[in-house]
């Protein structure tokens, strides 16, 4: 399907209508999401404080997944040189840094009410600080090449090399020990929260994940245009 | 193998430069820890506190100096074209590259590392400790950074997107290292931290130099 999808045409007339589509359901889950998490009990140790947890978890999940999504793209890029992959990495970097930014600022705020402080240096907030800076170290190295095949296939190399930063973020939580919570719901035993809270909280992961798909599809799209424009304004130049 | 002799030889002369590479490091690594104190006020203390984790990260940004030329510089003249077409395999270039780096620039911060440790504080017996753990992270530090060096050729503003590249990737090793010699100097076991140092610094020799090579290849064409 990866490579069905690789004629850029192909892709555009596939996916015309995913981003509209898409987004509705975005628009749906968030808004059965955010009653959800209004309507969830308090919980007996936070209160009501821990609706927060709604809106900063999702946005770390998709903060990993993201990066997993570029890595997985910038594999396709540079070893079989899928065409729409590069397009897709690209798309995909300043969305994911966006849900990294989203989660360390959630997660701060959630933090002043709990743990009395904006920030810790423990092990999660560390790694998922240094994830956020290896975003920003892969759009800052595709900035700064001028050919744009050139930039692409060395912030691929970048991105499978940073991949290496996933399971420390993941795993941080359970190898050192830290402030932050331990692992709760992706584990082999099972999730330790109860249905009425993990319910709002996978409704909101729905969302957000529909959301990235929505804002992803429509920035493929907007990139395969505009590299289209360019070369239609060569086309024309030699023309003339 | 003789193939990687010779360029390792030629880029240990080059990143030696009859002495200037090296003292170059060094003398960096001097100002950082000569402002640290300033910086942080000079009661023993809390200088002692910060010591070990101070001379770690100041290991990290000198070995950042010389890596903006490691690979302009044979790009500009064509030597690197001619490497490329050569007997050995580019990811040899870059291992020579990566070798050279920490021979001429990682064994001397590594003498002069123990040096400004006890002169921030640390109590003399980590002085060992903190010359194993900055050859061991040395190594992997020359690695990267070298692997840093190749993905931002033919970038603008090179020196500083490397540094905003590879500093990142930096974070295990020096979690490890300084977590190495915090354990230390309270006296709890410093093995596993130091071994998780050696396994980055290891990864990092047997892999970098493919991705280093990739780069380089994607840079000449």
Redesign the interface.
Known sequence: MVFGLANPQRFLSVTRHAPAILGGLAAILFAVGVWLSFTAPEDYQQGDTVRIMFVHVPAAWLSLMVYAVLGGASFFA?VFRHVLADVAARAAAPLGAAFTALALVTGSLWGRPMWGTWWEWDARL??VL?LF??Y??YM??RA????EA?AG??AS??A???LI?LP?VKFSVDWWNTLHQPTSVLRLDGPTMTADLLAPLLVMAGAYTTLFLALWITAIHGEIRARRAAALQLKAAGRA | MSAFLTLYRRELSLAWGRGGGALMACGFYACIAALVPLAVGSEPERLRAVAPGVAWIALALSTLLSLERLYERDYEDGTLDLLALGPAPLAAVAAAKGLAQWTAGGLPLALAAPVAALMLGAPAAMAPLVFAAALVGGLGFAFVGAMGAALALGARRGGVLIALVVLPLFAPPVIFGAGALHAFSEGLNWGPGFALLAAYSLAAVALTPFAAAAAVRNALD
Request: charged fraction near 15%.
């Open positions: 540079l560390t790694s240094v800076l290896f920003l170290g800052a190295l700064s090449i001028d050919d050139k296939r060395a190399v970048l499978l090399v940073g930063n420390i």
